[in-house]
């Protein structure tokens, strides 16, 4: 009972009925509910949007900065009651929120006096920290219950226990500070360009080395995660696939033998390994861990547009081509209900539909007869020009290609001409030989359409060496990433031969009457 006076004395001191939270005396005609509103629904982008909307006017007057400055303590306020109790929060969230709140509260006791209270709180939610290894939490704790055992009662057998448990903790952190300074040191690399340069190969295999060994030294989940994830990026930079799912199952065994499994950490493992899997076309395998993958994320979510995205990849290489139109309907009607998702990956879904629109056109999709075929503006793809950024090389050439085959169907040959060039024009302006060994293959043997005079076995001769020397490069071999080549370039070329195949039989249609 002491313990709680000394909460309740701190509370009743400080007002309670003062505490301003979102939702506790908000009259809904108020500017401040107004303007909490007009955000929480999406009307508010902007200071000058929500200012003109309430007040009239795009000046940020004073008015304005107020009542966004008392919105903004009252949501913080807000935060410290936010309802754990809802599905959505696993174990692990709820006592990281918890635990988080609890220290909060600890210190703010101390500084009101209320010492006693502090340290009971203190020492509850230490056996909760520990046991969901929330080491942040638990080292803060263990530095004021040393204090207080050490300082204040000098009872030496509690300040050894605390003082013994902050320093193995503290070893822990210590690993995890040295796994995460190398993880970023790697990933800050790789935010503005993906293009992998030899000095990140040296850096990776260097931390690898270091962290390796101290795997058999840690069990805390911090440190594995960031250790994993080095090693893991160790094989993705050199583009060892089988190295890269040797790693990823090294740290899925760890993680998915944990009591309390963190299902991100999980799925962030399976992800990595997935993509490794359709690049070395084990596809069964990656079929396996897609859809585990999509069961570890929310429908609708960030990462379930993601994972959707490599799923298509995958049925679209495997040769599962109406499958991955099967499932294309799902992930649309998705999107069409979550518009705010509808930016995602915008690139991406434009060229996955433009690929669809053009399958059902040569017959490689049926559309069902209860259906209707999806909604594309073929003449407006045809007519953009992709963004030559450095890091979209091969999904640009994707782009031009798939124009022209369009083209192809609709017979303007005029057009068909001038593609042809500006793909010349790309491949000598963009594309290094060592770098693009795929791609530049590719376009060689595409701009052999024009000098074969769009006749199938004239071109299979005049291509049949690059088209071998492409071969000697697969896909799973090529420094770049699975989805710049949304369908492989040798199955592309096939859909070439086959369009012109289509092209001939409508010359000699013509010709015959």
């Not at 209320?114 to 020492?123: D, F, G, N, Q």
């Not at 605390?162 to 790697?186: C, G, I, S």
């Not at 060039?421 to 060689?444: G, M, P, Q, T």
Request: proline share 2%; glycine share 4%.
């Amino acid at each position: 009972m002491e313990y709680l006076k000394d909460i309740i004395s701190v509370i009743d001191k400080n007002k309670v009925k003062n505490i301003e939270i979102i939702g506790n005396g908000l009259p809904k005609d108020q500017k401040l509910y107004r303007l909490y509103e007009g955000i929480l629904k999406g009307e508010f982008n902007s200071d000058s949007q929500a200012c003109r909307k309430l007040y009239g006017t795009n000046d940020l007057d004073k008015g304005y900065r107020n009542i966004k400055s008392r919105l903004e303590k009252r949501a913080v306020n807000t935060l410290f009651f936010i309802d754990l109790n809802a599905a959505s929060y696993n174990d692990l969230q709820k006592a990281n929120y918890n635990c988080y709140k609890n220290l909060a509260a600890t210190k703010f006791l101390t500084g009101r006096g209320a010492r006693k209270a502090s340290i009971k709180l203190a020492e509850k939610t230490l056996r909760i920290s520990l046991k969901f290894e929330l080491y942040d939490i638990a080292i803060n704790l263990l530095k004021d219950l040393r204090t207080y055992y050490g300082t204040l009662l000098g009872d030496q057998k509690r300040l050894k226990k605390y003082n013994h448990m902050f320093n193995r903790l503290k070893e822990d952190r210590d690993y995890e500070e040295q796994a995460r300074e190398m993880y970023d040191n790697l990933a800050s690399h790789f935010v503005h360009s993906k293009t992998i340069k030899p000095f990140h190969v040296r850096m990776a295999k260097l931390y690898a080395q270091e962290l390796e060994p101290l795997l058999a030294k840690s069990s805390y989940g911090q440190f594995r995660l960031f250790a994993h994830t080095v090693l893991v990026l160790r094989y993705q930079i050199e583009n060892d696939h089988k190295g890269t799912i040797k790693a990823c199952n090294q740290a899925l065994h760890f993680f998915q033998n944990q009591p309390y499994q963190s299902k991100i950490q999980v799925f962030n493992f399976i992800f990595k390994r997935l993509n490794s899997y359709i690049q070395i076309k084990e596809y069964e395998a990656a079929d396996v861990d897609a859809k585990h993958c999509l069961t570890l994320v929310n429908e609708g979510s960030v990462n379930w547009f993601i994972v959707s995205q490599f799923y298509i990849l995958l049925l679209f290489h495997s040769g599962k081509i109406q499958e991955g139109f099967s499932f294309y309907r799902k992930v649309r009607f998705i999107r069409n209900k979550k518009k705010s998702k509808l930016e995602i990956g915008k690139e991406f879904w434009n060229l996955i539909e433009a690929f669809i629109d053009y399958f059902i056109q040569i017959g490689k999709i049926e559309i069902p007869l209860n259906k209707r075929k999806p909604r594309f503006d073929s003449k407006s793809f045809v007519k953009s020009l992709p963004a030559f950024s450095k890091d979209k090389r091969g999904m640009n050439i994707t782009i031009l290609v798939l124009q022209i085959l369009f083209l192809f169907g609709e017979k303007k040959e005029e057009e068909v001409n001038n593609r042809m060039e500006a793909l010349r024009n790309y491949s000598s302006r963009y594309l290094r030989k060592n770098d693009d060994f795929r791609s530049n293959c590719f376009i060689k043997m595409f701009l052999k359409i024009q000098e074969s005079n769009y006749n199938r076995i004239a071109l299979e001769r005049n291509t049949r060496d690059l088209f071998k020397k492409l071969k000697t490069k697969p896909l799973e071999v090529a420094s770049k990433p699975i989805e710049m080549e949304i369908i492989p370039f040798e199955m592309l070329w096939e859909m070439v031969l086959e369009s012109l195949d289509r092209k001939s039989t409508r010359r000699r249609r013509k010709g015959t009457r």
